[in-house]
Structure formats: C-alpha cells, structure tokens
C-alpha cells in the first residue's frame, strides 16, 4: 500500500511538473517568468514583451536594468538565441 502511494505521489508530481513546464512556453508562462525575473532582482531588472522557446530562443521587446542611482541599461529589440 505503501510503495502504490509513493508511485502515485511521483506520477502526479510529473504530471503538474510537465504542466508547469509547458506552460513556459505560451504567453502567459513568459509573463510570469519576466514577472519573476521583476521580482528576484528587486525591481531592478524589467522585461517587457518577453517570447520564444524558453531557454535556447528568446525575445524581449525592452529590457532595463537600475540600481540605486536609477536605469543605467535600456536596450530594445533584444534575441538570444543559442
């Protein structure tokens, strides 16, 4: 009964693993990354219009880092793709 649990727990964990990696790649899942990107860095690093296959083919219409002193990098139109 034990081992039937522990099998069940791992399959339902990579089902709503595979559904949350999948969702980084629809619109919706860039928000979030680009939100959380906003977030870890403190509000210091923001992306707008992030797209593309998540890692190997991004996209981001703007980018800016700040710091202390205020915005110190803007770029726009940026692909990384590798």
């Known amino acids: ?15 709503v693993g595979a559904l949350l ?8 899942g860039h928000s979030v990354v680009a939100s959380l990107i906003g977030s870890f860095s403190g ?3 923001k992306i707008a219009g992030l797209s593309g296959n998540l890692p190997g083919n991004l ?3 703007s980018l800016e880092i700040a710091d202390a002193d205020g915005v110190w ?3 726009e139109d940026l692909s990384l793709d590798w």
């Open 43 to 45: 509000g210091k690093v």
């Open 1 to 15: 009964m034990r081992r039937r649990l522990i099998v069940i727990s791992v399959a339902v964990g990579a089902i």
């Open 21 to 28: 990696l999948g969702l980084l790649y629809t619109p919706p």
């Open 73 to 75: 990098l803007r770029a």
């Open 59 to 61: 996209h981001a219409d």
